[in-house]
């Protein structure tokens, strides 16, 4: 279902309806929306062929390459759409002289059928009905569609700001989809609880370890308290970690009278407290890693700071600052090493070197080695035609010291229209042509050794 309101985001729609009813005993499940509708072909009719054979396309692609085996049929929106959802599947669209069609599918069916509809009024933007529902899709009320579509296309109603509005005609009750307020990640394939009571929503998101997260109790749909851990049930790991946020639906929890936030401690939260376990192991388990994580990436960022810390003080205090360190330079060709500083046998005191051992060192740590790698900077950018734009070369060796001396550059382009102005140096100047197009500039850096 999030993959169909994705593609009603993709044809630009500023408003989507996702009616819920029920029409001569048979439930259905219809969504309208106002974009850019079915696009047209040559004729200006619906391309409902295309639609049939590239919908969802690209996931069989990747199904197919990952070793999936009985994915059948040529339409992509067969097979992973509707034939999970319904028995049939109905699209309208119109064409660019006003008259409506529509196209039908069926499961089973290889086949689709096109047919002319007539209406009173063109119909705008698209119209997709699937009915009968299958038996297990029936019990998708409007809530639960809802909670789904605000957590599954939160960023995607956050950057367009689409209006998402479900009309749940069974249960007479209109709902709007509003993104959920959570700044985490969503963990998917979580253990979900199980009882004999009821159904329990989890929706959790991980995040920096704060003490503002929190994960909120609810009971249909309403928050009766703000966090799980003001129940002493809940006063440990991972509820009181704060890497979790998000909310957990109980409906079968029984509240005291006249008090919104009071919970009876009876079966029923017996019941949602042992139902509960393979979720906190769970959870621990996530925390642990993240936990690890960060403390690694710690540890490296320490070390980054010691390993500058020492390169500084060798380069920069005299020799006798740092004499205790079992340094060995390298004095010329072959494998002849000597240790720096000598020291005497008769008295065990380090004796002066008459050569330049701080020289030494400046020149391992300041000078670059051998060109290893080339880094073009800006990587990418977008140039307005008739325009220049100036394109550099950073040449770096093996430990990312910059190579200054002694690079030839060529620049040149590799795909695309234009021209280079300094083709020869460092800094090299792109003039786009006067048409838009895709350009992509390649650069080859050599030494040049004495």
Known sequence: ??????????????????????????????????????????????????????????IKRRMKKEGARGIQGEFGIGLLSFWTVGEELRMVSSSTDGKTYEMVMKKGSPGYTINQKRTLIPVEGTELMVSPLLPGVRSLNGEKIQRYLASELRDRIRKTGVTIKIIDRTARKQLLVKPREFSGRLLHRL????????????????????????????????????????????????????WLEGIIDVPFLNLTPGTRSGIIQDSSFAAFSEAIRPLEEKLTEIIQEQKRAEEERASRKILKTVQKALKEAILSLPREEYDWFDIYSDKGKGDKRRKAPAESLETGISTPDTTSETSRQREFFEFAGPLYSVRVSPASSVVPVNSKKEFRAVARDKS???????????????????????????????????????????????????
């Open 400 to 450: 990312r010291r910059p190579v200054e001396e002694g690079v030839r550059f060529s620049w040149k382009i590799k795909d695309g229209p234009g021209r280079i102005e300094n083709p020869d140096a460092e800094i090299a100047t792109y003039i786009a042509p006067s048409e838009p197009a895709l350009v992509t500039l390649e650069v080859t850096d050599r030494v040049r050794y004495p």
């Open 1 to 58: 279902m999030s993959a169909e309101r994705c593609e009603r985001i993709d044809a630009h729609a500023r408003n989507i309806t996702i009616m819920r009813g029920r029409a001569r005993g048979d439930y259905y499940l219809k969504i309208i929306d106002d974009g850019e509708g079915i696009p047209k072909n040559k004729d200006g009719i619906p391309d409902f062929k295309y639609v049939a054979t590239h919908i969802c396309d690209s």
């Open 191 to 242: 253990p979900q609880p199980e009882t004999d009571l009821g159904e329990i929503y989890v929706e959790l998101y991980l995040n920096e370890s704060s003490t503002e997260n929190r994960v909120g109790l609810y009971r249909a749909g309403t928050r009766v308290l703000q966090s799980i851990s003001e129940l002493d049930r809940f006063t440990s790991e991972p509820w009181t970690s704060g």
